[in-house]
């Protein structure tokens, strides 16, 4: 069998991560454990950790993911990608934790902040996605691609479900979704729409499954 390699982590700036766990760990019962069997219960968070991402297919080695409460690039999450580093929603507006059951989150900028996501559009199936938290690596292969407006309530509620683009559909596994910006595409097709923290209207979202553990 290949020996899997794994990379460093990079330092996560002290005030974000002191920030992220004080929001995450002020929400009642944001870490308590979840009742009923894994694959009836909704996007429960049993982990808040801080993390490093590796994506070696695309270049990405030991980015930071700073975890806290909130939705994917809304004002608090943006304010922690303006860093250069990646950031993690989680609770009822975002995802769940590293290895949880459900959809974890992962947001980042493509074209500024030094753009840690810029080759992400290019991140093809199949492709392993390395998250380590905790002292364990998750490794999540790539499944599929989709793309989510900010236009549309219904897209954005796609892309936050426990199942990437199934809402209301109760999780079974743990999954994963990186998510970036389509400035560049959005700009070529004339479409300079931006919301409230200049963001463009359209994402492209990664989506992928939990095929190993490594402790």
Known sequence: MPQRLFFPSRTVPAALVGAALAVG????GALAAPSGPASARPQAVTRVQAATLSIPAIG???L?????QGSPDDAPGTRIQDQGVAASPHG???????GDVGNYIVTGHRVTAGGPLRALPSLPTGASVFVTAGGVTYEYTITSTRTTSFRSQASMNAQRAAVPGSPGAAPARAMITVTTCLTPEDHAAG??????QNNPEHRIDKIGVLTATKR
């Open 25 to 28: 760990l002020s929400a009642p």
């Open 60 to 62: 990405v080695s030991g």
């Open 64 to 68: 930071s993911v700073v975890p806290y």
């Open 92 to 98: 009822p507006g975002g995802g769940v934790g590293p």
């Open 191 to 196: 479409n300079f729409w931006r919301d409230a």
